[in-house]
């Protein structure tokens, strides 16, 4: 297949000598970091490192640019919507319809070479200036390579109106640019043809017009030959062109700014009916002429000429090359692809040319704070290393804000990129938890439907609560809903703060039932008994006897569970029951509070049987 | 997540830590080991801010990032703290690098001593517990490991081991290591035969759902090789998986040594580091092999159907020219 293109640019890192030092680097999400080094391993080395500083190389500028920001985002626009009504575009009007979006992308472009062209004169200080101008020119050739493309590719112009096309192509490009000069050549003969070709509502077929051309000619050099404008050379000259004499036409070269210029003069005078298949050749010797061996072409002319040769692989290859960004090559092969215009040209990277393309783009994005919500789209319209490919870059978006998680969570969200979203959930759980941020860690925790962490979290707040005698997030935990099933701790957690609020709405029978339930359905942690126990005692000593008889045997039934330190369940809690002096006391509390209750309430239902 | 941060290794033992909110400044700097550390590696972001370093002190160490308590002085600020001190090498500890997220906390050493030791934290957020998993004796002076990344489940956890070893008895010098179910231990699959120099570093590349392994190696040159299983059904159950290797690209580039390997996020780019300074270069090939035996690097490789371009090649200079 391919081989080396060329040798590769060097970029060069200020205040590392190459020649003596060693760098290393590692990959960060939108750029590189490299860095002086030894890797020497032995401990003392004359090559130790002495520049101190790290650098950080990015390979993606454009992105950052805000002029360039517009391009970015209006084309992303028009190529949503080329995948989009990919299945509408059927039949005679599919074409005009394609060639509408080309000319929808090339008016974006325009659009920001005009800004840019702005800047460029309101420059401050003449770098920027120039810098902007470079920009200008480089999208000028974007949009003169894309048109060309349009017209041979897209347009599919066929012999006759094809030069009609690339006649308002060179109009357009070459003569806006040298308006002055061009005008005498330019604006001359198109007039005369034009009532010669009289094309809206043709109806000559193209024998009949190359005909009429053909008898034209003859008259032109008739009168060449009998010295008709042998008194003004200047319009001997003019004739002589006008026959397509080749000499003459590059008598006035200063007048052609190029050679693609020159090719589409020559055509219309020599051979104006000419085929697109025939045009290479033409290209290729008005190449050659113009230069006439003086110099050598740019990449630009050999894109031109891959396109002239109608050689879209190679047009593609080259300006993958030229071009500092995959802005173009994505966006034009994709279009070329909706126009069937690719083979199978199978990359072997597992994926046909215009994804691969694609993917390098909708990547340089995600180097971008912003910029790679758009990335996203393009991943999405990749059938084969998209999603994959978005999972990978999606994972490495730094979180600044609870916005942005929310909004990255959203897009993993919208595509079950469940694994994802879990991943997210729990390295903003970890990190709210690190920071003591417990409501926060929480909900990232049900979000991420992690149980385990959801429990860890829970067990936090039970801590802060035996520590503080208060409960932080408390809007958090009261609203929890369905969501509390997600783990026992986390039941637990919500049921106990449901305890909280009866008992301060003072619906003291629901409290205890719901206090005691908590012990008696194992959904306590056994840890957490005793503080279950301890909120008992203001219940049991409440004027009006509230557990009843039943429920107050099952709370002496908990509480000597606990203390009963079983042997072989070696209960830390039993053991410090027995140690602590304290909590020795609250048990023998407990018991008397138990006793008397059970007393009152044996007393009370046995006097209100029948009521 | 949250911010872009970077670890380093400074000279001789001292560690700094930058952090990025848009300009990088450095946010913790702290001495180390007692000897030259060698490596520092982060740990997944879902075991919140975790460093491992590893040290010629013969020590791997695990660090913690603390954020201080909302009502001291220390409010909002974090400093690192170590959380273990892995002391089971006789000998200087060359790499430490993270399992694989999906195969919880974990991580691996290499020593000089030749072992591979693999470590597991059971409570994730106990970073002070660490058990010992597994010894796995390579025979040679080890020095760079890495793990595969891939997720898949067909694929069992597997580590590729790389060995600066110059004694002339040692041969082969990268050796692949997978974990077998049945056995619950690491058993060796595969020796990369035709990799006879030293080598540096060794690396994965990202799993993009393919059903076999790229391996980049650094060594007197860039190498890269596909290691793709071999059917199970093919061979004897129970053992370790069987490979087809082949290599499928060979750089020398550098005309020197090369130091580090290491891909991007995606598996497209390879970058490295050799005497000459940094290369990075674009991959565009599935692994497919050429026909034929070994391939020789040369300036110019071109093998079959890899499609390599060498885009950038990053290089110091000591005159003081603006970086494009």
């Not at chain 1, 109806?203 to 053909?214: A, N, V, Y």
């Not at chain 2, 002190?57 to 160490?61: M, Q, V, Y």
């Not at chain 2, 050429?290 to 690097?297: K, P």
């Given at each position: 297949?391919e081989?080396?293109?060329?040798?590769p640019?060097?970029?060069?890192?200020p205040?590392?000598?190459?020649?003596k030092k060693?760098m290393?680097f590692?990959?960060?999400?939108g750029?590189?970091l490299v860095?002086?080094?030894?890797?020497?391993?032995?401990?003392?080395?004359?090559?130790?490192?002495?520049?101190?500083?790290i650098y950080?190389?990015?390979?993606?500028?454009?992105?950052?640019?805000?002029?360039?920001r517009?391009?970015?985002?209006e084309?992303?626009?028009?190529?949503?919507?080329?995948?989009r009504?990919?299945?509408?575009?059927?039949?005679?009007?599919r074409?005009?319809?394609?060639?509408?979006?080309?000319?929808?992308?090339?008016s974006?472009?325009?659009a920001?070479?005009?800004?840019m062209?702005q800047f460029?004169i309101?420059?401050?200080?003449?770098?920027?200036?120039?810098?902007?101008?470079?920009q200008v020119s480089?999208?000028?050739?974007?949009?003169?390579?894309?048109?060309?493309?349009?017209?041979?590719?897209?347009?599919v112009?066929p012999?006759?109106?094809?030069l009609?096309?690339l006649?308002?192509?060179v109009?357009?490009?070459?003569?806006?640019?040298?308006?002055?000069?061009?005008?005498?050549?330019?604006?001359?003969?198109?007039s005369?043809?034009?009532s010669?070709?009289?094309?809206?509502?043709n109806?000559?077929?193209?024998?009949?017009?190359?005909?009429?051309?053909?008898h034209?000619?003859?008259?032109?050099?008739r009168h060449?030959?009998?010295g008709?404008?042998?008194?003004s050379p200047?319009?001997?000259?003019?004739?002589k062109?006008?026959?397509?004499d080749?000499?003459?036409?590059?008598?006035?070269?200063?007048?052609?700014s190029?050679w693609y210029?020159?090719?589409?003069t020559?055509?219309?005078?020599?051979?104006?009916?000419?085929?697109p298949i025939?045009?290479?050749?033409?290209?290729?010797?008005s190449?050659?002429?113009?230069l006439g061996?003086?110099?050598?072409?740019?990449?630009?002319?050999?894109?031109?000429?891959?396109?002239?040769e109608?050689?879209?692989h190679?047009?593609?290859?080259e300006?993958?090359?030229a071009?500092?960004?995959?802005?173009?090559?994505a966006?034009?092969?994709?279009?070329?692809?909706?126009?069937?215009?690719?083979?199978?040209?199978?990359?072997y990277?597992g994926s046909n040319?215009?994804?691969?393309?694609?993917l390098?783009?909708?990547?340089?994005?995600?180097a971008?704070h912003?910029?790679?919500?758009?990335g996203?789209?393009?991943?999405?319209?990749?059938?084969?290393?998209?999603r994959?490919?978005?999972?990978?870059?999606?994972?490495r978006i730094?979180?600044?804000?609870?916005?942005?998680?929310?909004k990255v969570?959203?897009i993993?969200?919208q595509?079950?990129?469940?694994?994802?979203?879990r991943?997210?959930?729990?390295?903003l759980?970890?990190?709210?938890?690190?920071?003591?941020?417990?409501?926060?860690?929480l909900?990232?925790?049900?979000?991420?439907?992690?149980?385990?962490?959801a429990t860890?979290?829970s067990?936090r707040f039970?801590?802060d609560?035996?520590?503080?005698?208060c409960?932080?997030d408390?809007?958090l935990?009261?609203?929890?809903?369905?969501?509390?099933m997600?783990?026992?701790?986390?039941?637990?957690?919500?049921?106990?703060?449901?305890?909280?609020?009866?008992?301060g709405?003072?619906?003291?029978?629901?409290?205890?039932?719901?206090?005691?339930?908590?012990?008696?359905?194992?959904?306590a942690?056994?840890?957490?008994?005793?503080?279950?126990?301890t909120?008992?005692l203001?219940?049991l000593?409440?004027?009006?006897?509230i557990?009843?008889?039943?429920?107050?045997?099952?709370?002496?039934r908990c509480?000597e569970?606990?203390?009963?330190?079983?042997?072989?369940?070696?209960?830390?809690?039993?053991?410090?029951?027995q140690?602590d002096?304290?909590?020795?006391?609250k048990?023998?509390?407990?018991?008397l509070?138990?006793?008397?209750?059970l007393a009152?309430?044996?007393?009370?239902?046995?006097?209100?049987?029948?009521s | 997540?949250?911010?872009?941060?970077a670890?380093?290794?400074?000279s001789?033992?001292?560690?700094?830590?930058?952090?990025?909110?848009?300009?990088?400044h450095?946010?913790?700097?702290?001495?180390?080991?007692?000897?030259s550390?060698?490596?520092?590696?982060?740990?997944?972001?879902?075991?919140g801010q975790?460093?491992?370093?590893?040290?010629f002190?013969?020590?791997?160490?695990v660090?913690?990032?603390?954020v201080?308590?909302s009502?001291?002085?220390?409010r909002?600020?974090?400093?690192?703290?170590?959380r273990?001190?892995?002391?089971?090498?006789?000998?200087?500890?060359?790499?430490?690098?993270?399992?694989?997220?999906?195969?919880?906390?974990?991580?691996a050493t290499?020593s000089?001593?030749?072992l591979?030791?693999?470590?597991?934290a059971?409570?994730?957020?106990n970073?002070?517990?660490?058990?010992?998993?597994?010894e796995?004796?390579?025979?040679l002076?080890?020095?760079?490991?890495?793990?595969n990344?891939?997720s898949?489940?067909?694929?069992?956890?597997?580590?590729a081991v790389?060995?600066?070893?110059?004694?002339?008895?040692?041969?082969?010098?990268?050796?692949?290591f997978?974990?077998?179910?049945?056995?619950?231990?690491?058993a060796?699959?595969?020796?990369?035969?035709?990799?006879?120099?030293?080598?540096?570093d060794?690396?994965?590349?990202?799993?993009?759902?393919?059903?076999f392994?790229i391996?980049?190696?650094?060594?007197?040159?860039?190498?890269?090789?596909?290691l793709?299983p071999?059917?199970?059904?093919?061979?004897?159950?129970?053992?370790p998986t069987?490979?087809?290797?082949?290599?499928?690209?060979?750089?020398?580039?550098?005309?020197?040594?090369?130091?580090?390997v290491?891909?991007?996020?995606?598996?497209?780019?390879?970058?490295?580091?050799?005497?000459?300074?940094?290369?990075?270069?674009?991959?565009k090939?599935?692994?497919?092999p050429?026909?034929?035996?070994?391939?020789?690097?040369n300036?110019?490789p071109s093998?079959?159907?890899t499609?390599l371009?060498?885009?950038?090649?990053?290089?110091?200079s000591?005159a003081?020219?603006k970086?494009?």
């Open positions: 297949m081989e080396l293109d060329g040798e640019t060097v970029t060069l890192i205040g590392v000598n190459s020649k060693q290393c590692d990959w960060g999400p750029e590189m860095c002086e080094t030894s890797f020497n391993k032995k401990e003392k080395s004359e090559t130790a490192p002495n520049c101190p500083f950080i190389i990015w390979k993606d500028v454009d992105v950052y640019s805000h002029i360039l517009k391009l970015f985002n084309s992303h626009g028009i190529f949503v919507g080329l995948q009504i990919e299945e509408e575009l059927t039949g005679k009007s074409k005009a319809q394609l060639v509408r979006v080309s000319k929808n992308y090339r974006v472009i325009r920001c070479m005009e800004e062209h460029a309101a420059a401050k200080d003449p770098a920027s200036g120039r810098q902007f101008s470079s480089i999208l000028s050739a974007m949009e003169l390579i894309w048109n060309l493309c349009e017209i041979l590719f897209i347009e112009a012999a006759g109106p094809l009609l096309h006649l308002d192509w109009r357009l490009h070459v003569c806006e640019v040298d308006s002055l000069s061009a005008d005498v050549l330019g604006s001359e003969n198109p005369k043809h034009e010669f070709w009289n094309l809206p509502g109806t000559q077929t193209l024998t009949e017009l190359e005909l009429k051309w053909q034209w000619r003859e008259e032109c050099e060449l030959q009998d008709t404008f042998a008194s200047r319009l001997e000259s003019l004739c062109i006008m026959l397509g080749e000499a003459a036409l590059l008598e006035q070269k200063e007048l052609l190029n210029h020159f090719l589409v020559r055509l219309l005078y020599s051979h104006p009916t000419v085929k025939d045009l290479h050749f033409y290209a290729q010797s190449l050659d002429m113009f061996g003086e110099s050598s072409p740019e990449p630009l002319d050999n894109i031109l000429m891959a396109a002239f109608f050689d879209i190679q047009v593609i290859k300006c993958s090359i071009l500092s960004n995959w802005w173009f090559v966006h034009l092969t994709d279009l070329l692809d909706h126009c069937r215009l690719l083979q199978a040209h199978n990359l990277f040319m215009r994804e691969f393309l694609l390098e783009y909708a990547s340089g994005l995600f971008h912003s910029l790679w919500q758009l996203v789209d393009y991943f999405d319209y990749c059938p084969e290393l998209g994959v490919s978005l999972e990978l870059h999606i994972e730094p979180l600044n804000t609870e916005r942005k998680a929310l969570l959203r993993c969200e595509r079950q990129m469940t694994e994802q979203v991943s997210i959930c729990k390295i759980a970890m990190k709210a938890v690190r920071n003591n941020r417990l409501g926060s860690a909900s990232w925790s049900i979000r991420a439907k992690d149980a385990a962490f860890l979290v067990d039970l801590r609560y035996c520590e503080r005698g409960f932080s408390l809007d935990i009261d609203n929890l809903g369905p969501a509390m997600l783990s026992d701790r986390l039941t637990f957690l919500g049921k106990y703060r449901e305890f909280h609020r009866l008992y709405e003072k619906r003291f029978g629901d409290a205890a039932s719901l206090l005691l339930s908590l012990m008696t359905s194992q959904i942690p056994r840890s957490f008994w005793m503080t279950l126990l909120d008992a203001p219940l000593e409440q004027k009006q006897v557990f009843s008889a039943e429920q107050t045997y099952e709370l002496m509480l569970d606990l203390t009963s330190g079983k042997p072989e369940r070696a209960d830390p809690d039993a053991q410090r029951l140690d002096d304290i909590e020795t006391t048990v023998e509390m407990l018991r509070a138990l006793a008397r209750n009152r309430a044996i007393i009370r239902e046995g006097s209100l049987e029948g | 997540l949250g911010r872009t941060r670890a380093q290794r400074g001789p033992s001292c560690r700094r830590e930058l952090c990025c909110d848009g300009d990088w450095c946010t913790a700097s702290w001495k180390t080991h007692s000897g550390m060698w490596r520092v590696t982060w740990a997944h972001p879902e075991f975790v460093l491992a370093s590893c040290s002190d013969r020590t791997a160490a660090w913690e990032e603390i201080g308590e009502n001291d002085k220390l909002g600020q974090s400093h690192w703290v170590k273990t001190t892995l002391v089971d090498s006789r000998t200087s500890v060359t790499n430490v690098k993270f399992a694989p997220k999906h195969m919880g906390l974990m991580l290499c000089a001593d030749g591979v030791r693999i470590y597991e059971p409570d994730v957020m970073l002070s517990q660490w058990s010992l998993q597994h796995i004796s390579c025979k002076s080890c020095s760079c490991i890495s793990w990344p891939s898949s489940r067909a694929h069992s956890p597997m580590i790389g060995s600066d070893d110059s004694s002339p008895n040692a041969m082969a010098k990268v050796q692949i997978e974990y077998n179910e049945n056995t619950r231990k690491y060796k699959a595969e020796t990369l035969m035709t990799v006879t120099d030293p080598v540096h060794i690396a994965f590349a990202p799993n993009l759902g393919r059903s392994h391996l980049a190696i650094a060594t007197k040159d860039v190498r890269i090789f596909t793709k071999v059917r199970k059904e093919l061979t004897s159950s129970g053992g069987k490979f087809e290797i082949h290599i499928v690209a060979q750089f020398d580039n550098h005309n020197s040594q090369v130091w580090r290491s891909w991007n996020i995606t598996g497209t780019v390879l970058a490295s580091s050799g005497d000459d300074g940094c290369c990075t270069g674009i991959l090939g599935n692994g497919s050429v026909s034929g035996s070994s391939q020789q690097g300036s110019n093998l079959g159907s499609t371009s060498l885009q950038n090649s990053l290089n110091g000591s003081s020219r970086h494009s």
